[in-house]
C-alpha cells in the first residue's frame, strides 16, 4: 500500500438524491477492460446505479468520501441471496459483494478494503454464513485484495464467451438436433436435478423462473433420441429419468429490463445472446 488515507474516508449509505451522478462517472472511469486491449464487459449503471442489486429484498450499496471535501473515491454493492448446498443444507444465506469500484487516482490508499469491510459486516449482521464475489481472472489488484487481504478462497473459475454476428446464425443449428421449449414446472424440475450436485445452487429457481423477465427455456437433443414425457399433459410426468444421453439446456432472461450490458470490442458488434445458442449447440455436440 502506497498511502492510507483511511481515517479521511467516510463510508456511508449511497443517497439516490445526491450520488447518481458522481457514481456514474466514477463507474466509467473504473470499466472493466478499460484499457481496450481485447474485449471488456461491464454493467451499465450510469441511469440506475441499483439496477444489479434492487431485486434483492435485502441489498446496500455504500460509497467512501474524502471527509476533506466530499468528493466519491468509492462505491461498493452487496445483497444477500439464500443458496443451498451439496453437502444437504438447503438454506444458507450468502452475501454477495458486486460492483467494486475506487476511483483510478485513489487506488492502493486502502480504500476498497474499508469498503469491504463495510460491506462484510453490513452482511453479517444480517445473518450471511459466508461471502461471495467474482471478479476477472486478471484482475491482480482485485485477487490480491480478496485472497491476500481479505482471506477469500477460489471456488470456481467462471467463463463468459462472446462471438461476433456480422453473419448471425449463417450456420444455423444441425438438421440432426431438436430444439423444444420447456413449460416451467419442468424446467424448475430439470434445474433442481441438476444443480443439487453443484458446491452452491440457488434454492429459488423455481422464483427466477416464474419471475416475469424469464422468457423461457430450451432444451436441445439428438432427434435420433426420444424424450419421453416431454410432451405429456401428465403434470406428474417423469422426464428426469427419461433424459436422452446428450442433451443441453438453457434459459434467456430480458435483462435489458433491469440493467445494461456493454460489450465493447474494436470493429467487431457482439452481441451474448448468439454465444449462448452456439455454447449450447457445441456442447451437445462434444
Given at each position: ?34 484499457n ?17 442489486i ?117 450456420l ?46 430450451w ?59 452456439s ?8
Amino acid at each position: 500500500m502506497v498511502d492510507s488515507i483511511g481515517d479521511r474516508v467516510l463510508v456511508r449509505e449511497f443517497d439516490d438524491g445526491r450520488d447518481i451522478e458522481v457514481v456514474g462517472k466514477l463507474e466509467k472511469s473504473s470499466e472493466i477492460g478499460s484499457n481496450n486491449k481485447g474485449t471488456s464487459i461491464f454493467t451499465n449503471n450510469t441511469i440506475d446505479p441499483l439496477c444489479r442489486i434492487r431485486f434483492f429484498p435485502l441489498h446496500l450499496m455504500l460509497v467512501a468520501e474524502l471527509q476533506e471535501n466530499r468528493e466519491l473515491v468509492g462505491v461498493i454493492r452487496g445483497c444477500i441471496k439464500h443458496v443451498g448446498t451439496k453437502y444437504g443444507r438447503t438454506n444458507v444465506k450468502l452475501g454477495c459483494i458486486l460492483g467494486l469500484r475506487v476511483s483510478p487516482t485513489h487506488r492502493r490508499m486502502g480504500i476498497g478494503l474499508k469498503l469491504v469491510r463495510a460491506m462484510e459486516e453490513w452482511l453479517i449482521n444480517n445473518g450471511a454464513h459466508y461471502t461471495f464475489l467474482a471478479t476477472e481472472k486478471n484482475n491482480v489488484a482485485s485477487k490480491n485484495l480478496f485472497t491476500a487481504k481479505c482471506n477469500y478462497k477460489n471456488l470456481s473459475s467462471l467463463t463468459i464467451f462472446v462471438q461476433p454476428i456480422s453473419f448471425a446464425m449463417e450456420l444455423g443449428i444441425s438438421q440432426d438436433i431438436k430444439v423444444e421449449k420447456l413449460n416451467i414446472r419442468q424446467a424448475i424440475s430439470l434445474y433442481d436435478n441438476k444443480l443439487k450436485g453443484k458446491d452452491l445452487y440457488f434454492t429459488d429457481i423455481d422464483a427466477i423462473l416464474k419471475e416475469k423477465l424469464s422468457l423461457g427455456t430450451w432444451v436441445f437433443y439428438f432427434k435420433q433420441d426420444e424424450w419421453i414425457g416431454l410432451h405429456s399433459e401428465d403434470e406428474d410426468e417423469d422426464i428426469i429419468s427419461t433424459v436422452p444421453p446428450s442433451w443441453a439446456m438453457f434459459s434467456i432472461w430480458n435483462s435489458c429490463e433491469a440493467y445494461k450490458i456493454d460489450i465493447k470490442k474494436p470493429h467487431y458488434p457482439l452481441k451474448l445472446f448468439h454465444e449462448i445458442l452456439s455454447h449450447a449447440r457445441d456442447k451437445i455436440l462434444v
